[in-house]
């Protein structure tokens, strides 16, 4: 029971189970991170779908040993993870905007992932599987030197692009503008400490620069969508490198270049007459 101002109120029932959440969709699951929903669950339901979103990821991406999950108690993180624990931790607080929850629980995913390609030899390009062991022998996680780091550029795409894959449920939700806009800033300081080099045996920074691009196009979308009032018009995004393993970072930022060009120019427009 609960008591506020002397009147005695019960206990809410849990919207959802750790055992509910197993059983959910894919797109079930991803509505919980509405703003609407994700804003309603108490803590020990927000622990319960984060470890299967968690889980489930860990599977899509082909983590072997997957994480625990912990909570993160220093309000400066978003979360972190141990590799000597194999342990995610994962800030209730910070994550308040249910589009960064899942950015982060991808983005700690993808630190495990690292460490298992690093002693499986695999994925990674040689350059790539070089930086990412001395990085995780010299680790830093202050100012620009962590930021610069492989390690954390390839985590931030991966968070990013694990939202963006589920952009067309998200693209009218309150939280997801405010999510896009805090990416534009970091990848745009990516961009500049980067100096957007493409190297064929590192393309970790040159897939960050082609994500770069496409979240000042999807902005555009949501400004768009925000002045017609209509639904979302199907046309391209520029996200097709997620789903196609066919193309390089390097061919799809030369093909989408003008559409880059085109769309900074509009977004200019549109946020005058906003």
Same mark, same amino acid.
């Given at each position: 029971?609960?008591?506020?101002?002397?009147?005695?109120?019960?206990?809410?029932?849990?919207?959802?189970?750790?055992?509910?959440?197993?059983?959910?969709?894919?797109?079930?699951?991803?509505?919980?991170?509405?703003?609407?929903?994700?804003?309603?669950?108490?803590?020990?339901?927000?622990?319960?779908?984060?470890?299967?979103?968690?889980?489930?990821?860990?599977?899509?991406?082909?983590?072997?040993?997957?994480?625990?999950?912990?909570?993160?108690?220093?309000?400066?993180?978003?979360?972190?993870?141990?590799?000597?624990?194999?342990?995610?931790?994962?800030?209730?607080?910070?994550?308040?905007?249910?589009?960064?929850?899942?950015?982060?629980?991808?983005?700690? #995913?993808?630190?495990?992932?690292?460490?298992?390609?690093?002693? !499986?030899? =695999?994925?990674?390009?040689?350059?790539?599987? $070089? %930086? +990412?062991?001395?990085?995780?022998?010299?680790?830093?996680?202050?100012?620009?030197?962590?930021?610069?780091?492989?390690?954390?550029?390839?985590?931030?795409?991966?968070?990013?692009?694990?939202?963006?894959?589920?952009?067309?449920?998200?693209?009218?939700?309150?939280?997801?503008?405010?999510?896009?806009?805090?990416?534009?800033?970091?990848? #745009?300081?990516?961009?500049?400490?980067?100096?957007?080099?493409? !190297?064929? =045996?590192?393309?970790?920074?040159?897939?960050? $620069? %082609? +994500?770069?691009?496409?979240?000042?196009?999807?902005?555009?979308?949501?400004?768009?969508?925000?002045?017609?009032?209509?639904?979302?018009?199907?046309?391209?995004?520029?996200?097709?490198?997620?789903?196609?393993?066919?193309?390089?970072?390097?061919?799809?930022?030369?093909?989408?270049?003008?559409?880059?060009?085109?769309?900074?120019?509009?977004?200019?427009?549109?946020?005058?007459?906003?």
């Amino acid at each position: 029971m609960r008591f506020f101002n002397n009147i005695i109120y019960p206990d809410r029932k849990p919207l959802h189970t750790a055992d509910e959440y197993q059983k959910m969709s894919e797109s079930e699951l991803m509505n919980q991170y509405k703003t609407d929903i994700w804003g309603k669950l108490e803590k020990s339901e927000k622990i319960c779908l984060v470890k299967e979103t968690g889980d489930r990821y860990a599977d899509q991406i082909g983590i072997v040993n997957k994480p625990t999950f912990e909570e993160e108690h220093n309000n400066n993180y978003y979360g972190s993870y141990c590799h000597s624990r194999n342990e995610i931790t994962f800030n209730y607080k910070t994550n308040s905007n249910p589009m960064q929850a899942l950015n982060t629980i991808a983005h700690e #995913e993808n630190h495990a992932f690292q460490y298992q390609c690093m002693m !499986d030899r =695999s994925v990674y390009t040689d350059k790539e599987l $070089e %930086l +990412l062991e001395k990085e995780a022998s010299n680790y830093t996680d202050v100012g620009t030197a962590y930021d610069k780091q492989v390690m954390e550029i390839d985590s931030n795409n991966a968070g990013l692009e694990y939202v963006l894959q589920n952009k067309d449920a998200f693209i009218r939700d309150e939280s997801f503008l405010p999510y896009i806009d805090e990416r534009i800033d970091h990848f #745009e300081r990516i961009s500049d400490l980067t100096n957007n080099t493409f !190297d064929v =045996s590192n393309s970790i920074p040159s897939d960050s $620069e %082609l +994500l770069r691009q496409q979240l000042y196009r999807i902005r555009g979308e949501v400004f768009g969508i925000r002045m017609e009032g209509t639904a979302v018009e199907e046309r391209s995004d520029g996200l097709e490198f997620l789903y196609d393993d066919t193309g390089t970072a390097e061919q799809v930022m030369l093909e989408n270049e003008t559409m880059y060009e085109e769309n900074t120019m509009n977004n200019d427009s549109m946020e005058q007459t906003v």
